[in-house]
């Protein structure tokens, strides 16, 4: 009654027949969607095609195990005719590599442009006549001056405002992506 799928590391399925065929838990699961899903992984595309190879070795696989009815491995078989499998076919437009070509200079030149961009000092730094940095007082009197305003205990309002605002700063991260 019970059979095992040889490599799926001892996981039962229930199974009248030692075959997989539409009695097995794979068939009731996936019959009925499994061409829409092929058919999604393989569209008619310069991805679908690059696809093909290893979609084409999945079904014969599923065809060798038996797995689908012969309707069923049919419908997934006529997704595939027609269809050269490889990258390559020719029939990509020159417009659309010259779009990736673009797409991809401009990822590439934000990648240098944060390379290029660094944090800012604390304070302006100018060198004097013996060549050591010197910073600015005005920076330095700015900090202190931020510094004494920071220090206080913190009371109820401002806990309040910080649980507010990190609560914004958590959704608008989730929210975005």
Known sequence: MFGKFPGSNGHKVISGNKGYGKSSSWYSVFGHV?????????PRTTEGDANLGISKKIVSSWKKKNIFDKNTNDKLYKLFNGRIVGI????VKKGEIMKKIEEDREIHKKIKESLWIRPKRLGKSSKDSEGEDEIDKADIEEFEDNWKRCTHPLDVLDWTQLRKEQL???YDRWMIN
Do not use: C, F, Q
């Open 34 to 42: 499994v061409v829409g899903l092929v058919d999604s992984v393989i």
């Open 168 to 170: 914004k700063s958590y």
């Open 88 to 91: 390559g076919s020719g029939d």
